[in-house]
Each structure stands twice: as structure tokens, then as C-alpha cells.
């Protein structure tokens, strides 16, 4: 016997999954509910997944964009995931200032006043956002955002905690039933130009 400890062993392979679509996540987008199933893949590599033909929708090559339907049969590739019960390393001050943020909260959404500066989702460089940082504080919870705002722009954020309260907001948001105000703050004196 040798005394050499052995390594950690890489992350493994999942097998290829048949996924059928429930009620709850019907209407959302093929690379949302991708996100969701495949924790910690990078949304980089579920578009290339999606691209290569790799997700099957019914047996069918299907774009991110789809809406899924209640019934649907989703292929899931073999892919290594992050493994679900690894914590998430947000920082406690980010879960913090994202808790302390929100300003409602009932059994369908969350609402938070997102300062400048915080992202609302990582990827360009950025590990966490507000929506990573609210699923790693509430890793019970399946929370989609409803729209997003510009790291630099503060406001109102809506965060969805059912599949059917994002599908509501989404068509809400597409017929224009819902009225936003927008509030510029500007320093010095405005040029007018011809």
C-alpha cells in the first residue's frame, strides 16, 4: 500500500436525463429552465449545449429562445455540474447588502432597490449578482428575475419566487400593461444641440 493520499476526483459526468416539464415551469425559456436544471454550468456552455444540438425538445433540435409547454420531454446531455449541496461562496457582505435591499416580499416575488453598481447577474468577469447571491441565501427556493437593469442604473428590481408569477409579469410586460417611470439626475448645465 502506498502512502500517497489519492486527489480529489473531477466533478462527474451526469447521464444523459429526460426531463418532462411540469406545470410550474411551463411558458419559460428553454436556456431559463436549463439554468436550472444544470447548476453550475455556465450560461456560456448551455447555449453552446443548445447549438450543437446537444438539448433535444421533443426529440427535436430546439433554439434558447423556445417556451416550453406542460408535457414536454427535455434531453439532457452529459455534463459536469456543480454538485448541489457544494455551498455557493457569496460573500456575506454581497448576501448582506442584497437582503437588506429588498423592500416587499410575499409568496410570489421579491422586490429589491438595486443600488448602482450591483450587477444583477454574473458573467462578464463577474462571479455573483443579485440573482445569484438571493439563490445562494434561499437555496430553497426557485427565483427567476422578471426583467433587469444596467449594473450603473439603480431601481426597482422584480424577482419571481413561482414559475407562473414570471409568466404573469412577462405578458403583463409584453402587452404594456405595466408603467415605468425613469428618473435622470444630471450635473451641470444641458446643452441644447441643433
Excluded: C, W
Excluded at 436556456?31 to 456552455?45: C, E, F, N, T
Excluded at 426529440?59 to 448541489?84: F, N
Excluded at 407562473?164 to 450635473?187: C, F, I, N, P, W
Amino acid at each position: 500500500m502506498s502512502d500517497i493520499e489519492p486527489t480529489a476526483a473531477p466533478a462527474p459526468r451526469s447521464a444523459v436525463r429526460h426531463v418532462q416539464i411540469d406545470t410550474e415551469n411551463q411558458g419559460q425559456r428553454l436556456d431559463k429552465v436549463l439554468a436550472q436544471l444544470l447548476l453550475g454550468v455556465p450560461r456560456s456552455r448551455i447555449f453552446r449545449l443548445i447549438r450543437r444540438g446537444e438539448v433535444r425538445v421533443n426529440g427535436r433540435r430546439a433554439g434558447p429562445e423556445q417556451r416550453l409547454v406542460a408535457g414536454d420531454s427535455v434531453r439532457l446531455p452529459p455534463v459536469r455540474e456543480a454538485d448541489p449541496e457544494a455551498p455557493r461562496r457569496v460573500p456575506a457582505s454581497l448576501v448582506k447588502a442584497v437582503e437588506q435591499a429588498i423592500i416587499h416580499e410575499d409568496e410570489r416575488l421579491l422586490v429589491l432597490d438595486k443600488p448602482a453598481g450591483l450587477a444583477v447577474h454574473g458573467g462578464s468577469g463577474l462571479s455573483f449578482g443579485v440573482i445569484e447571491t438571493l439563490r445562494a441565501s434561499r437555496p430553497s427556493e426557485t427565483l427567476e428575475l422578471a426583467h433587469r437593469l444596467d449594473r450603473d442604473t439603480s431601481g426597482l428590481l422584480i424577482v419571481t419566487r413561482r414559475g407562473s408569477a414570471l409568466r404573469t409579469l412577462h405578458a403583463l410586460l409584453r402587452d404594456g400593461e405595466v408603467q415605468k417611470s425613469y428618473l435622470t439626475l444630471l450635473a451641470g448645465p444641458m446643452e441644447s444641440r441643433p
